[in-house]
């Protein structure tokens, strides 16, 4: 119940194009769902969050789609740039997992010019 | 600021040595992590500090044993690593509780020959 799965593994995008990552979850209790990024040989860094309360958060071409009843959310990059190419971690919290946030295996995204 | 610093950037040690890694935040933070990371994979939790106070280990080995100084500082004790324990070995801090964003460093490599 305290898992978070995310897919895909690895994802290769155009430049210009849309890339789309998917977390799901089980546990109802979770209530914070941060989107890491994390590039070779950095620490993560917090990307964009949501709370189960709003549908969809946008920060600039990122935006996060959220679905409570199916316990699915999403990251879409608009535009993706060959910066963009990094490791992205969903991730969540929630009152039963103390201090843990519950991470997604990770998702590769590469960029092609 | 949302600058955790961390020292060593990269660590090379023997089996016997005795080494310490530090972390180091301004931001006011009350809740410090260490985390371990190993290639492809999802950071893992290892201690938690509130207020100064170890509150979460995460059935560490006590070969690690982690110190909090004070509440800008975080340390780890590394004494008889083993081959395995290689990783990057992340710090993050958060205002105080498990619904604040953590904020991490950009870690220590260390590699235990």
């Known amino acids: 119940q305290q898992q978070v799965k995310q897919s895909p593994q690895s994802l290769i995008v155009q430049k210009g194009g849309i890339s789309i990552i998917n977390c799901a979850y089980e546990n109802t209790a979770f209530d914070y769902f941060p989107w890491y990024q994390q590039f070779p040989g950095k620490g993560p860094a917090l990307l964009i969050a949501i709370r189960p309360d709003v549908s969809e958060k946008k920060e600039g071409r990122f935006t996060i789609s959220f679905n409570k009843s199916a316990k699915q959310f999403s990251l879409h990059i608009m535009d993706s740039q060959p910066g963009d190419s990094a490791t992205y971690f969903c991730?969540?919290?929630?009152?039963?997992?103390?201090?843990?946030?519950?991470w997604g295996a990770g998702t590769k995204l590469i960029i092609k010019p | 600021d949302t600058e955790v610093t961390q020292t060593p950037k990269h660590l090379v040690m023997g089996m016997t040595n005795k080494k310490s890694l530090k972390c180091e935040q301004h931001?006011?933070?009350?809740?410090m992590y260490w985390y371990k990371q190993k290639a492809k994979k999802p950071p893992e939790l290892m201690f938690v500090?509130?207020?100064?106070?170890?509150?979460i280990n995460e059935s560490v080995p006590s070969r690690f044993s982690p110190e909090c100084p004070n509440s800008s500082l975080l340390n780890l004790h590394l004494h008889a690593l083993q081959p395995e324990d290689s990783a990057l070995y992340l710090c993050a801090s958060s205002q105080v509780t498990y619904q604040d964003t953590q904020y991490f460093g950009p870690g220590t490599r260390l590699t235990v020959l």
């Open positions: 991730a969540a919290y929630g009152r039963d997992s103390n201090y843990q946030l519950i």
């Open positions: 931001m006011g933070h009350r809740a």
């Open positions: 500090y509130s207020y100064e106070k170890l509150s």
